[in-house]
């Protein structure tokens, strides 16, 4: 499902225009991102946490030429579901 299909079915089930689902989904994640963006953690319940987490630097050999790489530290977005929705895949 793409985010085109995603907001139609969201319009269809909500009652609202297309306009106005886009505008909501926009909005939320935006807010999301930005949220993301200041290190805060998202927890929507039922579904999971977002969360931003910085990777450490450390040293890469590469294999053909065994020359030693040092990789910078990163950020980067985590998401953990949670057991509510694991249970409903196992």
Do not use: C, H, W
Not at 52 to 79: C, D, F, G, H, W
């Amino acid at each position: 499902m793409n985010n085109k299909e995603f907001t139609s079915e969201l319009s269809r089930r909500l009652g609202y225009t297309l306009k106005d689902t886009s505008e909501l989904v926009t909005s939320l994640l935006s807010d999301m991102t930005r949220q993301l963006e200041e290190g805060n953690m998202i927890s929507i319940q039922g579904f999971g946490t977002f969360e931003v987490k910085k990777k450490a630097e450390r040293i890469s050999v590469n294999p053909t030429t065994k020359q030693r790489m040092l990789v910078p530290p990163k950020l980067v977005l985590t998401y953990k579901p949670s057991t509510l929705l694991k249970d409903k895949f196992k």
